[in-house]
T-cell receptor, first 113, second 115 residues
Framework: DQQVKQNSPSLSVQEGRISILNCDYT??????FLWYKKYPAEGPTFLIS?????DKNEDGRFTVFLNKSAKHLSLHIVPSQPGDSAVYFC????????????FGKGTKLTVNP | DAGVTQSPTHLIKTRGQQVTLRCSPK?????VSWYQQALGQGPQFIFQ???????QRGNFPDRFSGHQFPNYSSELNVNALLLGDSALYLC??????????????FGSGTQLSVL
């Protein structure tokens, strides 16, 4: 029973263009969502988060959008850079993030120069 | 300021053996969580320790146990290893911000191979 789904295992974009990574969830009790980035041989690194009371959160080149009615969130990276090439995990939790995180399987993003 | 450190980085064991993995949290963090990441999967929550007690537990058998010490460091123990326990084991630490929006800081993990 996968509560957080990232249906695209991989995504390839050109440098300077927009990268859009998608995530769907099934548990309506989730109220806090996070994106983590993972390079090979390193642990996941926190990227950006959003509370369920918001529909958008922005941090520099990264923006996360949340559509609660569709149980869908997306991460936009603009402009994409080669250093953004990594595996991106979507994660969700209840009660603000201190609760255990439920992760998706990840999307491998490749940004081509 | 050291981040989350885990040891060892790699480990090879045989079925039926027992293993202990170690984690030191980021300075100032008092909560430690453990995750298992199998190949091609996202991290799966094993358990979380706070004030030396297991506060939450995921869907893992009792073969998986842990401990947190007074200095907030933690150990993950796995008994009677199975081939399916081969995975990357990630430790994450956090601290209570009071906002409810704590985020986890992960270590680089211990790659466990069970032969």
């Amino acid at each position: 029973d996968q509560q957080v789904k990232q249906n695209s295992p991989s995504l390839s974009v050109q440098e300077g263009r927009i990268s859009i990574l998608n995530c769907d969830y099934t548990n309506s009790m989730f109220d806090y969502f996070l994106w983590y980035k993972k390079y090979p041989a390193e642990g996941p690194t926190f990227l950006i988060s959003i509370s369920s009371i918001k529909d958008k959160n922005e941090d520099g080149r990264f923006t996360v959008f949340l559509n609660k009615s569709a149980k869908h969130l997306s991460l936009h990276i603009v402009p994409s850079q080669p250093g953004d090439s990594a595996v991106y995990f979507c994660a969700a939790s209840r009660w603000g993030g201190s609760e255990k995180l439920v992760f998706g399987k990840g999307t491998k993003l490749t940004v081509n120069p | 300021d050291a981040g989350v450190t885990q040891s060892p980085t790699h480990l090879i064991k045989t079925r039926g053996q027992q293993v202990t993995l170690r984690c030191s949290p980021k300075s100032g963090h008092d909560t430690v969580s453990w995750y298992q990441q199998a190949l091609g999967q996202g991290p799966q929550f094993i358990f979380q320790y706070y004030e030396e007690e297991e506060r939450q537990r995921g869907n893992f058998p009792d073969r998986f146990s842990g401990h947190q010490f007074p200095n907030y460091s933690s150990e993950l123990n796995v008994n009677a290893l199975l081939l399916g326990d081969s995975a990357l084991y990630l430790c994450a630490s956090s601290w209570p911000t009071g906002t409810g929006n704590e985020k986890l800081f992960f270590g680089s993990g211990t790659q466990l191979s069970v032969l």
